[in-house]
């Protein structure tokens, strides 16, 4: 593929948790708020020390979570794909960064942000193992299992497959419920 941009595995906070907030509002955040805006630091190294300061040094590779910090606001582009995924093997869905990096301190938790347009939005089991890291540039990796020339590619087609056998079918990410008010109107993504 000529002219695609980087193309992401990403994680919606622990379990995916904030997937369905995430894909409501339109955005993929970071739940590392105790380093503060994200922007502020100048190098990887920078944040690696942070982290090393805070209590995610106890829960795993300090530099895992650097790597990904720096590259949410750096590496990360205005037209990457992002692919979401739920543990090591089912994928929530996937849709294209529309913004730089912000910091919203409105926000309760996962405060580092991108707006992101969500495209689709399920529940695919598939046949991979995906890496547990929050986020993966996964750009170049080569597929070896399917006719694709990147593993991406794959990824892509199983959630644009209607025949694919998902979980869950497709919903519209945007809802409008009508009717009186008490009247019961609830929803769930």
Same mark, same amino acid.
């Given at each position: ?5 980087? @193309? #992401?595995?990403?994680?919606a906070g622990e379990d995916s948790f904030k997937w369905n907030e995430f894909c409501?509002? *339109?955005? $993929?955040?970071? *739940? ?7 922007? %502020? ?6 944040? &690696? ?6 209590? #995610? ?11 990904? &910090? ?13 692919? @979401?995924?739920?543990? /090591?093997?089912? !994928? !929530? ?5 529309t913004s730089g990096y912000f910091y919203d301190d409105t926000r309760e938790d996962?405060? =580092?942000?991108?707006? @992101? ?7 695919? %089991? ?6 547990? /890291? ?7 990796? =080569?597929?070896?299992?399917? &006719? ?6 794959? !990824? !892509?087609?199983? $959630?644009?497959?209607?025949?694919? &056998?998902?979980?869950?079918m497709e919903k519209s990410i945007n809802q409008i419920l009508y009717g009186p008010?008490?009247? *019961? ?5």
């Amino acid at each position: 593929l000529i002219g695609f941009g980087g @193309v #992401w595995l990403y994680s919606a906070g622990e379990d995916s948790f904030k997937w369905n907030e995430f894909c409501q509002k *339109g955005l $993929m955040a970071l *739940g590392y708020d105790d380093l503060g805006n994200l922007s %502020e630091f100048e190098s990887k190294e920078q944040i &690696n020390e942070a982290i090393k300061r805070s209590d #995610w040094y106890k829960k795993s590779n300090p530099s895992n979570h650097a790597l990904a &910090n720096y590259q949410f606001v750096n590496d990360v582009s205005i037209g990457d794909i992002i692919i @979401v995924k739920d543990g /090591k093997h089912s !994928l !929530l869905g996937y849709g294209f960064v529309t913004s730089g990096y912000f910091y919203d301190d409105t926000r309760e938790d996962f405060k =580092s942000c991108r707006s @992101v347009d969500w495209k689709v939005s399920g529940l695919w %089991e598939t046949k991979y193992d995906f890496v547990i /890291k929050t986020l993966t540039d996964i750009s170049s990796f =080569s597929s070896k299992k399917t &006719n694709d020339k990147f593993w991406f590619q794959a !990824l !892509l087609t199983i $959630m644009n497959n209607k025949n694919y &056998n998902r979980i869950s079918m497709e919903k519209s990410i945007n809802q409008i419920l009508y009717g009186p008010p008490g009247t *019961g109107k609830t929803y769930a993504l």
